[in-house]
């Protein structure tokens, strides 16, 4: 059963991208390139490009929040943890409305393309969606991204051919005016200032591009599939937007384009006129339908995941974060949907729609300031999958670019974004300025002297560990947090099983007897496997959540002679490695590739001669480890080693996905924490990803004789 506040990761590749895609065609493709290009005239199209431009650096920020810390709530948990709670507070709050807002008026927007069939009543037709969307996101994620990839593989499927048939007819010079060429000039009709106002209009038609990281959370393999799926998304986007609108700057008369609101259906009917039945108008207002559909579902499963994520920091009541009985964040969802309900029944849409574009401007700079924070906080466990380029630079513009584009959208927009923040500003010192929490930005005040917030280096560690940094991490771990075991005479196989049973009996509360039993009798969950000098026991077991290991390092070697319920083990051939492992029963997954693991580097060549030259648990244990996953420091006066003396492992500046595992200390092996004080003379043994230990390398590389050994 799921935990009250977890979700599963359901969501695939192609669903980030039908969520990142659907969000991006609604209002932006089919209503608004008339209203646009009676701002700017046939540059309208050179504004989708640019615009599709200016998004790159917010996506990249975005896609590097995302991949660190894949929760729930995306953008507020971002601007929580980077820059504490009010930030938190003020754009989660907003960045809910604003997606209510633009979803609501979405599904509104429906409404213009089936009144070419149908007498249809606009709002009722909306609330009737918006219901149906919120009990679909209620299901479930999975049943709510399966219609989400429909609508957006028929939606492209149409606009791709839309846009093929387009360019065939403006080839042949085909248009409902005077001729194509003529509608091209003069390009700027309202000059630079004229375009760059139309810009900022046409930004927001791509701001769906970052919807997905509120439900990062739920996404397989995020480090991998969020920027994949954004990236694809984007160029999907941009390609359409830019041939789509110059098709219908290139097919329409401009007077006929500024003043359509159907402007795609219009430019399809001149050149579909070859299809029978009508068929090329019908599946415009098909693709146009699915589209705004899409983006009122899109709208809901991400808007959805904020009063969620709220709740779980305290900002919101407790209630909005407990998961339903499919899984699902039930109370925000109809909150969600109700709120949707009262913006399609009771505002007015002029000044709630540029409120949107407004506060989702000034998010997308808080976006990229985070990562700079995160960045410079150089908090160990920020260890993000996916790294921005040209940082710092690229933040910066996307700083920069909304700001810019804000002041061109008028008094009117500011002053409501402006009334968002002081509503989101009163609810912080309302409800949640007791919340004990800071954001990274306290760990950027403490490199010039002043505090810093200790928790969330744990909550980041935290996330590193849900999301998987890799089997190899978890496995190093559990390799530096393994007992050992030294036999210099060789004993019985069952003398060896009932000494480590007694030792795992007491951690785990486990009697020996029951421990003993399994290792010997080849429990239903039980075994022993035996290669090349190692033998690898094993026990899965009820009731413990995570695996522990016992190493048992035998000089001379010891027969093993064992039945199971498989076969009879029986090697003449000394063992001189025992693993033996305890797994949790549910956790099969990690149980065989931890198995798979350990035969991997025991089947190696040269395993077998390091593991019988250790002379103490340190080497024991760095024999079992890939030579790329670690390194050790021996700090001494003199070196680059000497800066780590007398320091907290906590105040290390390690690189991301890098810990200190072990500490030899004299004759004595301690397993350290955030506290533990680093002294001269100590042994590190530093445990991570290849490219995090080769910078660890690197940085004491002026004491490789004395101070680093690889």
Known sequence: MASDSSLKKTLTLYDVYAISTGAMFSSGFFLLPGIAAAETGPSVILAYLVAGLLILPSMYSMAELSTAMPKAGGTYYFLDRALGPLAGTVGGLGTWLALVFKSAFALIGMGA?????????????????????????????????????????????????????????????????????GEFAPFFTEGARGFLATIGIVFVSYAGLTKVASVAEEVQNPDRNIPLG?????????????????????????????????????????????LPYAIGPILIVVAAIAAFASTGNAGILSASRYPMAMARDKLLPDGFAKIGRFNTPTRSVIVTTALMLVVIFALSEEGVAKLASAFQLLIFALLNFAVIVMRESQIPSYAPGYRSPLYPWMQTAGIAIPLFLIAEMGTLAITLTGVVILFGIGWYFY????????????????????????????????????????????????????????????????????????????????????????????????AVSVSHGAALPYCRLDGIEEPKMVMVHCRSGICVNVQDDIEEVDLSEPVYAFFFLVSPKDDQGEHLRTLATLANRVDEEQFLVEWRAAGNEQEVKESLLHHERYVTLHLLSGTNT???????????????????????????????????????????????????????????RKGEQEGVVR
């Open 113 to 181: 393309y089936l009144a070419i069939y149908a007498n249809v009543p606009i709002k009722p037709l909306a609330a009737a969606l918006a219901v149906a969307f919120g009990v679909l996101n209620i299901v479930g994620a999975k049943e709510s991204s399966w219609l989400q990839r429909v609508l957006v593989t028929v939606l492209v499927a149409v606009l791709a051919f839309y846009a093929a048939q387009g360019v065939v007819s403006i080839w042949g010079g085909q248009s409902a005016g005077s001729g194509a060429a």
């Open 230 to 274: 954004m990236g694809l998304s984007l160029l999907t986007a941009t390609t359409l937007y830019v041939v789509g609108v110059a098709i219908m700057v290139a097919v329409l008369p401009a007077a006929d384009l500024h003043a359509d609101l159907t402007p795609v259906y219009t430019s399809g009917e001149v050149f579909f006129n070859w």
């Open 431 to 526: 409800y949640a300025r007791t919340v004990p929490r800071e954001g990274a930005i306290f760990h950027l005040f403490a490199r010039m002297g002043k505090q810093r917030y200790e928790g969330l280096d744990h909550e980041l560690h935290t996330i590193l560990e849900e999301k998987g940094v890799g089997h190899d991490t978890a496995f190093d771990r559990l390799v530096a947090r393994s007992d050992v075991m030294h036999l210099d005479e060789p004993v019985s196989y069952e003398t060896v099983v009932e000494e480590v049973s007694a030792r795992l009996a007491d951690e785990f509360g486990i009697s020996t007897e029951t421990l003993t039993h399994g290792f010997l009798e080849g429990a239903p969950y039980s």
């Open 642 to 700: 000497e800066e780590l003396i007398g320091r907290r492992v906590r105040d290390l500046n390690l690189p991301a996905g890098v810990l200190v595992a072990l500490v030899r200390r004299e004759e004595q092996i301690i397993v350290p924490s955030g506290p533990t004080t680093l002294h001269e003379g100590d042994r590190l043994t530093v445990i991570g990803s290849p490219a995090g230990i080769d910078r660890i390398y690197e940085l004491y």
